[in-house]
């Protein structure tokens, strides 16, 4: 890439994000703001500052996002559990307004 001398004001196309990212991925603190559209230069900034990490650095980033997907899925396995549980009070609430009103 030594022929790809672009600035960060000059980037045009997704290939100008690719390859300047790219280039200067390990000078660069943050994704600049004009990238920050690319989810793919998201995704591969927060790679390149994985490998940064040292093991228990990385094993505590892991384990926060294990908790993070845990509790994600807890939210999700209570809300369906909820929406059951008021269906079928909705449901036998429902039953009995009709035999309440077909006895009437």
């Known amino acids: 890439m030594p022929k790809f001398n672009k600035q960060l004001d000059e980037l045009e196309t997704l290939t100008d994000n690719c390859v300047y990212f790219m ?9 600049p703001q004009t990238m920050e559209i690319v989810s793919e230069i998201q995704q591969a900034f927060a790679i390149a ?7 228990e650095d990385l094993a505590d980033l892991e384990a926060r996002e294990r908790y993070i997907l845990d509790q994600q899925g807890m ?14 009070e909705g ?6 307004e009709k035999a309440l009103e077909i006895a009437r």
């Open 91 to 96: 449901l036998a609430l429902g039953m009995r």
């Open 23 to 31: 280039k200067n991925a390990p000078s660069l603190e943050v994704v």
């Open 75 to 88: 939210l999700r396995k209570g809300i369906e559990e909820g929406l059951a549980e008021d269906r079928e």
């Open 49 to 55: 500052n994985e490998t940064n990490f040292n093991p």
